[in-house]
């Protein structure tokens, strides 16, 4: 146990290494596109992080095996929502389909050097403390879905650091933004990403295989 541990703590420090040499590549290639082509920025921007969290899984022999994708229109705009369980669960999100989306992140996650600069500008941000923050979040979102680019949130609100109960309670906001919007909700599963990085060890990671499940779309029109 002791040895495996260790191990896991040194394939942890190499998917760090992979993860700032990535992090940088990806700084430059988003500052570029919203440099050269602000029109086109946030769906280039998209395809980008599918490459970059392809490449993350490649170098850290990772496969994700998402199923009925066929359930999820490429060319349609919804609003994604899905349970969190590892920092895994992130780039599997960006892999699970093919749709632009932008995410809504935690406000304190843009004080984080380069990353804080890719979130601002590619995700929507949130203060959960600010009532004034959580509004401007909801029209922000609205706007995005306006313009044909889908929104990812996971209601639970952050990672589920416990096996029991599965799920955190759920948090409104996807909900009400669906009904206010008409917008249909296309809800994904994440099984077992914490089994290759706990939220309680992220320092140790391991490879093989995150599982993934759409649902049938909800409709809310």
């Not at 639970?156 to 906001?173: A, M, V």
Request: proline fraction near 5%.
């Amino acid at each position: 146990m002791i040895l495996l541990r260790f191990l896991r703590v040194l394939f942890g420090i190499y998917a760090a290494v992979i993860f700032i040499i990535t992090m940088i590549v990806a700084f430059v290639f988003i500052v570029s596109v919203f440099l050269i082509v602000p029109e086109k920025a946030p769906r280039l921007a998209h395809a980008g992080n599918r490459i970059w969290a392809q490449t993350l899984f490649i170098c850290f022999f990772i496969r994700v095996k998402i199923t009925r994708r066929d359930l999820i229109d490429p060319k349609k705009t919804y609003i994604f929502i899905a349970n969190h369980q590892s920092q895994l669960d992130i780039p599997a999100y960006a892999r699970a389909c093919k749709n632009t989306f932008r995410f809504l992140a935690k406000a304190e996650l843009t004080k984080v050097p380069l990353l804080g600069f890719l979130i601002k500008k590619m995700y929507i941000t949130v203060d959960r403390k600010d009532s004034k923050d959580r509004n401007r979040s909801i029209e922000i979102m609205k706007a995005s879905l306006d313009s044909g680019i889908s929104v990812f949130l996971c209601p639970e609100g952050t990672r589920n650091r416990k096996e029991e109960p599965p799920l955190l309670d759920f948090r409104d906001g996807a909900f009400r933004l669906a009904i206010l919007t008409k917008t249909p909700l296309a809800v994904l599963v994440i099984y077992n990403s914490r089994n290759l990085l706990s939220p309680n060890r992220p320092a140790e990671l391991a490879p093989g295989l995150i599982e993934g499940e759409w649902l049938r779309v909800v409709d809310t029109s």
